[in-house]
């Protein structure tokens, strides 16, 4: 069992430490569990610009720090692997790039979350778009993700449509074309793609992604991990098992995990 996204008190919209969390995936017979709360905003010139949001700048020393030192203290117990998840910024990712090199880390989840000059959650973003737009609206966040994957600085890349989670119609909203660019964009970075069960935590329900691209996202070979993106230590590995089942009957035989950058495969 593993999980490699988790969040912490420190990005200021989840809630327990870190001990919680590898407390909470022992709890759960979690084998390998990535610590992976929010970068800084990077991109911006504040050390805090996004209180509620991510940690600041100050404070992502002693966050891998923490980290690194639990990995050691529970080493005989549970494999822990740090990680952070970067935002993705058009044309600014140089800052984050520099700002993390030289940390110990395993991996960099890459996620669009402001898409188009605004949060991807926010539920009025919807109120301007007609029915007929919805298409291109989904299209052009594909895209967006496929950037983040060809930006080569992330190994595994996170919740790919989660543009839907707080507008439920759009996960049948059909983008075919830039799904099938999106996926091959993942797979030819080398990264992998997560199943994330936070969908749950948001109006849309269920996980990311949607069951036609898990399965369009076998045909072309894209590897998976998986994650909770736990905010409370609670949801550690939250529905692990459906996962599997799913997975098993699509065809997925492996997890993908990575450890200094370097990708490993797990059997479901």
């Not at 940390?103 to 991807?120: A, K, N």
């Not at 707080?166 to 075919?176: D, E």
């Not at 089942?245 to 990708?263: D, K, M, Y």
């Amino acid at each position: 069992m593993i999980d490699l996204h988790t969040h912490h008190e420190r990005c200021g919209h989840a809630t327990g430490s870190l001990r919680d969390y590898v407390l909470a995936a022992l709890d759960k017979g979690v084998r390998v569990l990535g610590l992976s709360d929010h970068t800084p905003m990077f991109a911006a010139d504040d050390d805090h610009a996004l209180p509620r949001v991510a940690m600041p700048k100050s404070q992502f020393p002693s966050y891998i720090a923490e980290a690194v030192a639990l990995k050691a203290e529970f080493a005989n117990s549970i494999e822990i692997l740090v990680s952070t998840e970067a935002d993705y910024f058009r044309g600014r990712m140089d800052r984050y790039s520099a700002a993390l090199d030289g940390y110990p880390l395993d991996y960099i989840i890459g996620s669009v979350h402001m898409f188009e000059g605004r949060d991807i959650f926010d539920v009025t973003r919807w109120a301007e778009v007609d029915e007929g737009e919805l298409g291109d609206v989904k299209s052009r966040y594909f895209r967006t993700v496929a950037e983040c994957a060809r930006s080569g600085l992330f190994q595994v890349i996170g919740h790919v449509d989660a543009l839907k989670g707080n507008f439920p119609q759009l996960g049948a909203v059909p983008a075919a074309a830039a799904a099938d660019e999106m996926l091959l964009a993942i797979r030819d970075s080398g990264a992998a793609m997560e199943i994330n069960t936070s969908g749950g935590t948001k109006q849309c329900g269920g996980w990311y992604p949607e069951t036609d691209l898990l399965e369009r996202a076998h045909h072309f070979g894209v590897p998976l991990t998986f994650a909770s993106d736990a905010h409370v230590p609670d949801r550690i590995a939250d529905q692990y098992p459906e996962v599997i089942e799913v997975l098993r009957h699509i065809g997925f035989r492996s997890w993908t995990v990575f450890r200094a950058g370097a990708a490993a495969e797990y059997f479901l």
